[in-house]
């Protein structure tokens, strides 16, 4: 199939972009690297009356060090996050993310906001954000990454706002963090995701993020409040794990029923946790 007639503008600069969306509302659709609005468009699943182009905006297209964050800009690339050094030695659970994104092919086009814009709750990078405490950045107000996913594809932007960036709280001295996730082949949505993120200091865990993915409508926090205050041994991530599948109610699909996809995340949640564990010390 093909898209729907539409209306292509090609915006200059961020500013631009955002009155384009302020003079056109819902019928305005953003385009960044578009790996997923593409297939969206050709399978007439979006019928947008206006294409916005970002990619000739200026300045939207860099990684930079910000104050305790990496702030990444809306053009850049998957690939390009996953070859930077920044990226690598300032926040690597996003390091260890990208590589699961899609593939190459979509990796060389795709964008990290654009992934974060999109919000599908099986993605890998809006679950790493929240598990970091990270946020996203509008072309009006910073939007905490917890409080930025409504549901399934669903934000909290409005109709003229602009994801101009994201940020991405840099690694801390006794802190390590882990992402896994299930999917029937490398690159296919996943099934069961978990991200953690925990400080550690004297062989005790300070502070802890846990959030969990695809087997909700949203990547969202669970409680990891039992890991603050010990030490986590194989008996502590079991217990932390077991608690976390149960407060889940994966709805069924083709590849798994809910109890298969609720004992996934059992597994993925005792691996991240053990696994941050190890990298905070």
């Known amino acids: 199939m093909k898209p729907v007639p539409f209306a292509y503008v090609r915006a200059e600069s961020a ?166 996730e299930f999917a029937v082949r490398h690159g296919d949505f996943a099934l069961a995701s978990a991200a953690c993120v925990l400080h550690v200091e004297e062989a005790r865990v300070t502070a802890a993020r846990l959030a969990v993915g695809s087997v909700t409508d949203r990547p969202e926090l669970v409680d990891s409040s039992a890991l603050v205050g010990h030490a986590v041994d194989a008996d502590a991530a079991r217990s932390i794990a077991a608690e976390v599948a149960s407060s889940v109610d994966p709805p069924p699909n083709l590849h798994g029923s809910p109890d298969y996809r609720r004992r996934l995340i059992e597994v993925l949640v005792e691996r991240v946790v053990t696994r941050a564990w190890a990298a905070a010390r």
């Open 15 to 180: 500013e631009h972009a955002v009155e384009t969306l302020r003079a056109h509302g819902d019928e305005a659709k953003i385009l960044a690297g578009g790996q997923s609005l593409l297939p969206a468009l050709n399978m007439r699943l979006v019928r947008p009356g206006v294409l916005v182009d970002l990619n000739f905006a200026a300045g939207l297209d860099g990684v930079s060090e910000e104050n305790s964050s990496l702030r990444i800009g809306a053009l850049v690339r998957q690939a390009a996050a996953q070859r930077s050094g920044l990226v690598r030695t300032g926040c690597p659970l996003l390091a260890e993310s990208l590589p699961l994104v899609g593939h190459v092919v979509t990796r060389n086009r795709g964008t990290v906001c654009g992934s974060v814009a999109h919000a599908d709750s099986a993605a890998e990078l809006p679950l790493a954000l929240v598990a970091l405490g990270g946020e996203v950045v509008t072309s009006s107000r910073t939007i905490p990454a917890a409080e930025f996913f409504v549901t399934h594809f669903t934000t909290t932007l409005e109709p003229d706002e602009l994801v101009i960036a994201t940020k991405w709280p840099r690694l801390e001295p006794g802190e390590g963090g882990a992402l896994e």
